[in-house]
């Protein structure tokens, strides 16, 4: 495949992976990798812990057990530099979560500045760059409610791109948008892909899965069910309870 040949190096390790919030087993036991420029694909039912497993990517939740590597870096090693390893992980949620009386200028160059300590110049250069990457290069000066919601998350993307991430998370990005909203945030992130961005996402968006993903992962109870080539999983699925959670979506 494309993507493997670019570099056989791992971007993401998850091994035996567990996440209890109290009593409640969320993760049960989670093994995955994406190696560079591999995009996966996370599908599953609501409350299947596809949200928790990206979250414990970038530790906005302790896991519980298990280990996670990202770029070669043990991030659940309590001496890990956390910040050091969610500065390079760009994470997009269905929510925007733009600052609202920020524009969109500043939205991508606060990060910028403060955390990679770029100069305003710079900063500005590079904000400009990834507003057009998201086709949004007239509206730096516009301020997120003057958007549309589509507008909006492509403006989180270019948020994340300025970063210079070394992967991108995405949880449901499409899912809180009006329906003739969501082709063009899929087609950002077709590009994202097309450009080999190791991209990890969660998504109810079967057709872009399908067309886009080199590996579909299938969650149900906290745990893989079923993992591979999207043909195969979309077409053929091993497992009666993918095959059924197709059925319900399809
Ligand atoms: P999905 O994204 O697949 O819908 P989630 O990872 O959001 O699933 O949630 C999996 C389960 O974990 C659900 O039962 C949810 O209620 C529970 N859960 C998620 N986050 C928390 C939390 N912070 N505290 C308690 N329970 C949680
Ligand atoms: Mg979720």
Redesign the pocket.
Known sequence: MKHREVSALSAIEISGLRKS??A?E?LRGIDLSVDSGEVVCVI??????????L?CVNLL?VPTGGTIRVGGVEVTDPDCDIDGVRRRIGMVFQQFNLFGHLRVRENLTISQRRVLRRSRAEAQRIAAANLERVGLADKADAYPAQLSGGQQQRVAIARALAMDPQLMLF?EPTSALDPELVGEVLAVMRGLAADGMTMLV?THEMAFAREVASRVVF?DG?VIVESGEPAQVFGAPRERRTAEFLHRVL
């Open positions: 919030f109290g409640l969320v599953g039912p609501s409350g299947s812990g596809k949200s928790t497993l979250r939740e949880d969660v969650m906290g």
